[in-house]
């Protein structure tokens, strides 16, 4: 992927969660920015850290899929202590 000079802003809490537009914007990269919400979608920096955090682990094999589905339980705070552990 090529960097593009171009730049953009990005919501730190996502205004689809009730981000606003005071003291939440972070000028990014566009190529970064984009690259967040492929990978993060709508999670917030804490979440994109749980969420890399449950998914580096040795002796797991992730699908898109599966990705998906994990970040939708961490958006809506459904990740038990057993499968954040596994
Ligand atoms: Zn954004």
């Known amino acids: 992927m090529k960097w593009k000079v171009t730049q953009s802003k990005h ?10 537009e005071i003291d ?13 919400h492929l ?6 920096v804490e979440e ?3 969420l890399i955090d449950m998914i580096m682990r040795p002796n797991r094999t992730w699908t898109i899929s ?7 339980k961490i958006e809506k705070k459904d990740v038990n202590k057993q499968y954040e552990r596994g």
């Open 11 to 20: 919501h730190i809490k996502p205004q689809s969660r009730g981000g606003r």
């Open 24 to 36: 939440n914007i972070v000028v990014l990269p566009h190529s970064f920015h984009k690259a967040w």
């Open 39 to 44: 990978l993060f979608d709508t999670l917030t």
């Open 48 to 50: 994109a850290h749980l």
């Open 66 to 72: 599966l990705i998906k589905k994990l970040r939708k």
